[in-house]
């Protein structure tokens, strides 16, 4: 009967692969220390053909020998190896930001684009930026509804968030996900500009 990996258990140094392992459980059950030893050693000569390009590779093999061992495993180390204090460390505690995010589909980097862009001066960089802020706005809403959404609503949306400050006109703009938004001069009378439309 096959046994799948995700019954076994968990690999403390997965990279090593299951072989190795059984390996090291193997030298744990070996009662001669002579012997035991040379087990060691070789399954360290195994770890190094599979690695050869480790930084500072013979301390840091032996140090994975006592991490795959549970540091159970009885030999003379060559070298001064990790100890399980200094292995099994807490991770560092994260701290999270508390402010809340208005729209949780566009997301804090959005918000963030948003403010960097009320900070511009008007011009052809503010314009380009917006654009760019226009487009991920449209990709983070259709991650989050794949029923897709219209330009409109995402212009809105902008104009809602800078209380009005960027309310782009919707005849100027067609947002691609893909290429990015593409904004039209309209005030020249160009018809084929005005007919024109980059669909999404």
């Not at 099994?88 to 949780?104: D, G, M, T, W």
């Not at 990015?180 to 005005?194: E, L, Q, S, W």
Request: aromatic share 8%; glycine share 4%.
């Amino acid at each position: 009967m096959m046994e799948y990996n995700t019954k076994q258990k968990k690999l403390p140094l997965p990279e090593y692969g299951r072989s190795v392992q059984k390996m090291v459980d193997h030298a744990l059950t070996i009662e001669n220390r002579e012997e035991r030893q040379r087990c060691a050693e070789t399954i360290v000569r195994i770890m190094k053909s599979m690695f050869p390009d480790l930084p500072d590779q013979e301390r840091k093999l032996w140090d994975h020998l006592a991490i795959m061992s549970d540091f159970k495993l009885d030999i003379d180390y060559p070298c001064e190896v990790i100890k399980p204090e200094e292995f099994h460390v807490a991770p560092q505690h994260l701290s999270y930001r508390n402010s809340e995010i208005k729209n949780r589909h566009y997301g804090r980097v959005v918000e963030e684009m948003i403010a960097h862009a009320l900070t511009l001066e008007e011009g052809e960089e503010k314009n380009r930026f917006v654009e760019l802020i226009l487009v991920q706005m449209k990709k983070n809403y259709i991650a989050w509804n794949k029923d897709g959404v219209e330009d409109k609503r995402i212009i809105e949306d902008l104009r809602i968030y800078t209380n009005g400050a960027i309310d782009v006109a919707e005849k100027e703009i067609r947002i691609n996900q893909n290429n990015n938004a593409r904004t039209f001069n309209n005030k020249r009378g160009n018809n084929n500009k005005k007919n024109f439309k980059r669909k999404f």
